[in-house]
């Protein structure tokens, strides 16, 4: 079965960190653009991050940049989204996105909650 799964969400205290996963089976990453995604509740899914099939090239929302480094080990068929100095507005579902020219996969989301 082809799937992403999302792990290392949960509650952090505003400034504190998490480290989200997303592990592909069932298919090669290689040759995927990853993307990172989140929605708040009431509003749209929106981009955070991504990066490319070798890991040479990311890109990151105005929102997230400085504080969030997106990273990836194919051989590992993982890939992560380092957050640092959380804060409230953080508070969301991430997803993530496999996309090439044949492959389209998404996640089923972890839950980030940030709250003191």
């Known amino acids: 079965q082809k799937q992403l799964v999302e792990s290392g969400g949960g509650l952090v205290q505003p400034g504190g960190s998490l480290r989200l996963s997303c592990a592909a089976s069932?298919?090669?990453?290689?040759?995927?653009?990853i993307g990172w995604f989140r929605q708040a509740p009431g509003k749209e899914r929106e981009g955070v991050s991504c990066?490319?099939?070798?890991?040479?090239?990311?890109n990151y929302a105005d929102s997230v940049k400085g504080r969030f480094t997106i990273s990836r080990d194919n051989a590992k068929k993982m890939v992560y989204l380092q957050m640092n100095s959380l804060n409230a507005e953080d508070t969301a579902v991430y997803y993530c996105?496999?996309?090439?020219?044949?492959?389209?996969?998404w996640g089923q989301g972890t839950q980030v909650s940030v709250s003191s």
């Open positions: 996105n496999a996309q090439s020219i044949s492959t389209d996969y």
């Open positions: 069932g298919f090669t990453l290689d040759y995927s653009t």
């Open positions: 990066i490319n099939d070798n890991g040479g090239r990311t």
